[in-house]
C-alpha cells in the first residue's frame, strides 16, 4: 500500500517530536517514543486527513489490526511487558494514530494509563539499539 494517490500525508510534528522513525509498514508509519520508562510505538496510518479508526476504509482498518498484532507481539518479545496498552486517543494531537506501549506492574504508571504521568525519561544511549531491535523484529 502506498499513500492514496492525490493525497498529501503528512505527519504532525508532535508525532515526529515524540521520537525516531523506525519505517513503514503496509500502511503504517512506525515512530519509538523516546521515553526509557516504557516500551512504547507509535502507528501511524499514512492516510492525509484521518481522525478516527473508522475514517479508513474497512480494508484498511483490516490491516491497521494486522499491523497493531504484529507491532504488539514485536514490542512483547523485545520486552518484560507482561501487558500490551493498546490506545487511539487523540486528544492532543487529531491524527490518527495508535499507541502501543508494553506494561508491567510497578511500572512508572502502574496500574493506571501512562499519558500525562511523571516526565519522560530519554533512552539516551540505549536509543539506537532499541530502534535497531525494533526495525529487525518488524521487518524493516
Known sequence: MTD?????FALDPRLAADGPALGDLPLC?????????????????????????????AAERAV???????AGTALKALSASTKLNVAALGNMVPQLHVHLIGRVPGDA?????????????PLGERLEARAADLRTALGL
Open 109 to 121: 504508571a502502574w496500574p493506571g494509563p501512562v499519558f500525562g504521568v511523571g516526565t519522560r525519561e
Open 29 to 57: 508509519h512506525v515512530r519509538l517514543v523516546n521515553d526509557a520508562r516504557f516500551f512504547w510505538i507509535v502507528l501511524i496510518p499514512r492516510r492525509a486527513g484521518l481522525i478516527e479508526v473508522m475514517d479508513l476504509p
Open 64 to 70: 491497521l489490526m494486522e499491523e497493531i498484532a504484529l
Open 4 to 8: 492514496t494517490p492525490g493525497s498529501s
